[in-house]
């Protein structure tokens, strides 16, 4: 795509680090990119709620099943970042507190 803006900054900018990543294939890319924007469980209740972190992380799933040929999941995924940003979905209480109602 030599008219895409975008190719030709990327040309132009051979560093050392992006060289080494000319062996590494697209499929690692995308996973990698996955597992650095992924929710950990460290970081579970200070990102839920955030609604660009959660829309980067489910877009970043959505790339790796879209590479491995499954566009369904890839959908699935999507729609979920869509969400995220249209907020038509929000973050479910925590798993690991239970329920906080007191028996009556």
């Not at 890319?29 to 959660?54: F, V």
């Not at 566009?71 to 239970?98: K, N």
Request: glycine share 2%; charged share 20%; hydrophobic share 40%.
């Amino acid at each position: 795509m030599p008219n895409n803006p975008l190719f030709a900054v990327s040309a132009n900018l051979q560093s050392p680090t992006s060289a080494k990543l000319q062996d590494v294939s697209t499929l690692e890319l995308a996973q990698a990119l996955a597992e650095r924007l992924s929710i950990t469980d460290l970081n579970w209740h200070k990102s839920k709620s955030n609604r660009n972190a959660r829309s980067l992380e489910q877009t970043a799933v959505a790339l790796v099943f879209l590479l491995k040929n499954n566009p369904e999941e890839a959908l699935a995924h999507l729609q979920q970042a869509t969400g995220w940003l249209d907020r038509s979905i929000s973050a479910p209480p925590c798993p690991t507190h239970g329920d906080r109602r007191q028996p009556k």
